[in-house]
């Protein structure tokens, strides 16, 4: 099991929260964690978050991974320094999950393009494969 504050947990629940941006539950959830990350940053009363916080969406209107990288980062270090914080992440992290169902907000999309010859496709979250061969 990893640590729910490990790095890694922190990045894959940034990613998701971003990933359901678009949502209800998505839109609040981010807007938890923007509070968060200008805290973790010591600007919690800042009325605009800082562009580490926010990251400018990418051309799908999602934050790219760089900028997702980055507020994960800043958010867990703050996290490892300081207990009330971390408990305060953790407690997001909880909630976003529970937000977003089961699903975990993962949205999977599958582009066919141009002259693509396709006999089957597969669109899944989770898939496990087990050949006969």
Known sequence: MVDPLSLAAITAAVSAAA???GTEAGTRSW????????????????????????????????????????????????AVQDAAFAAELRAWMRESEAARGTGGGVTVTNVVKGNARVENLIQAHEVTWHSGR
């Open 19 to 21: 990933g359901a941006l």
């Open 31 to 78: 807007a938890v964690l923007t509070r968060l990350g200008r805290r973790a940053l010591g600007r919690g009363d800042d009325p605009e978050p800082e562009p580490h916080t926010a990251p400018a969406p990418a051309p799908d209107g999602r934050p790219d991974d760089t900028a997702i990288s980055q507020l994960a980062a800043v958010v867990y270090a703050r």
